[in-house]
């Protein structure tokens, strides 16, 4: 599924709140997934908000929190094999996943999340209704245990469906990282609402 000055978030990591574990992801200068390309790791922050880093220093001291998983359904076996093993690394420490049931990103998360078999950590919400994802979404779907279908959006364009579905997930988070080309048009905007409704915006390029 597809204003202000941008800060990059210098260690950006595979950890829970307050419980870590050893895998981290890199920060920008450095290469995510050696031969695969460079992903970049950027952190949308206001400049002089101190009300908006007091929150996100709270939600980072709270323990494990909701995290909204985005991104594209075009990429590599490397980098799935990376989305999976950061949501089965968000799962065990505790933070609730929330993605939407498309292919790539979404597949990947949900794929690494039921690894960490805490099925009540996971809840895949759906742009339009189970009989319309594909075959292969459905299989995999079949082994989650909390699905949100939303057959009343059936009848729009899945572009329209898509965008009020992240919007309706973005509202159910704290925080939301995203797996992005720079010219992922509907991944933008969805970051930009985040960033714009207060939440931690993570966007990894992966261009």
Known sequence: MDGCKDEIED????????????????????SLVEGSGTVLV????????????????????????????????????????LI???????????NHIYTSGASGTNAAVIRGALRAEKPELLTVILPQSLKKQP???????????????????DHLPLLEASRLCN????????????????DSKLLMETCNEAKNLRKIVTLFYLD
Do not use: W
């Not at 009300?51 to 323990?63: C, K, T």
């Not at 299989?139 to 279908?149: F, M, P, R």
């Open 11 to 30: 260690g950006v990591s595979m950890m829970g709140s307050d419980e870590e574990i050893t895998t981290r992801i890199p920060t920008q200068a450095q």
């Open 42 to 81: 950027s952190e949308f922050k206001p400049v002089a908000d101190v009300d908006y880093l007091q929150e996100l220093l709270a939600i980072q001291q709270q323990g494990p929190r909701a995290i909204g998983f985005f991104g594209t359904r075009n990429m590599g076996f490397m980098h799935q094999e």
């Open 84 to 94: 999976e093993i950061l949501s089965y690394a968000m799962v065990i420490t505790k």
């Open 135 to 153: 075959p292969e979404s459905q299989e995999l779907l079949s082994k989650v245990k909390n699905v949100i279908e939303k057959p009343h959006n």
């Open 167 to 182: 919007m309706d997930i973005i509202s159910h988070v704290q925080q939301v990282i995203c797996f992005a080309f720079h």
